[in-house]
């Protein structure tokens, strides 16, 4: 079975400086992982994702984050934050298995921007 | 514009009475997800769909039961069972392939009162 854990259920900075939201997650077959944002009362948009290949992925509004396999980790970071960058990140990962594919969720972090 | 849509956005219904909620897509995904979010638990898979007049449950399917007789269409029903069934209810879908995205819908927010 798959699962994710975010580590932090709130992260406050002030705005302009460097965050970083953690995310682990444990299977025993390759996967998939993904970065979420949702603002209030709306759904989940994707902000970046892993798929293969280079371990360091792009959001285009200077998110970036980094698979991590020997520590099973998939941290989101970004180096200045802004005020419009609060809301709700979520860390998701599909799994490949031979069961119907499901996208597992961690329990989400809560970011918020002090001016 | 291709997407996912849920209606209503907002729902109310006495204690006792059953109530669906609709989630339409035109993206041409083979794959549905219905979830459940409430405050401090993320995102509970409740029932999924692989193709069409086929499904399964999820991690919180009690209380809850689908129909995909549509490729476009996953209603999903809160029955009386379902013991706190006010929440926020988001749908998704995906092509299929484990190693694509899914694109949500913006939610229905279910009140019982």
């Known amino acids: 079975a798959q699962s994710v854990t975010q580590l932090d259920s709130q992260v406050p900075v002030f705005e302009e400086a460097p965050v970083e939201l953690r995310c682990n997650y444990s299977s025993s077959v390759s996967v998939y992982l993904f970065w979420y944002v949702q603002y209030p009362n709306q759904g989940l948009q994707l902000l970046l994702k892993?798929?293969?290949?280079?371990?360091l992925v792009e959001s285009i509004n200077g998110f970036e984050a980094e698979f991590n396999k020997s520590q099973t980790s998939f941290h989101l970071r970004k180096p200045s934050v802004h005020i419009s960058d609060t809301a709700e990140y979520f860390c998701a990962v599909s799994a490949s298995a031979s069961s119907a594919s499901k996208i597992i969720f961690g329990s989400g972090t809560r970011l918020s921007i002090r001016p | 514009d291709g997407g996912i849509t849920q209606s209503p956005k907002y729902l109310f219904r006495k204690e006792g009475q059953n109530v669906t909620l609709s989630c339409e897509q035109n993206?041409?995904?083979?794959?549905m997800y219905w979830y459940r979010q409430d405050p401090g638990q993320g995102l509970r898979l409740i029932y999924y769909?692989?193709?069409?007049?086929?499904?399964q449950k999820g991690d919180i399917a009690e209380g809850y039961s689908v129909s995909r007789e549509k490729k476009e269409s996953f209603p999903l029903t809160v029955t009386s069972a379902q013991k706190n069934p006010t929440a926020f209810y988001l749908c998704a879908s995906r092509i299929g392939d484990v190693n694509t995205e899914a694109f949500f819908g913006q939610g229905t927010r279910l009140t019982v009162v």
């Open positions: 769909s692989q193709i069409v007049n086929d499904f």
């Open positions: 892993y798929l293969s290949g280079s371990t």
């Open positions: 993206l041409n995904h083979d794959a």
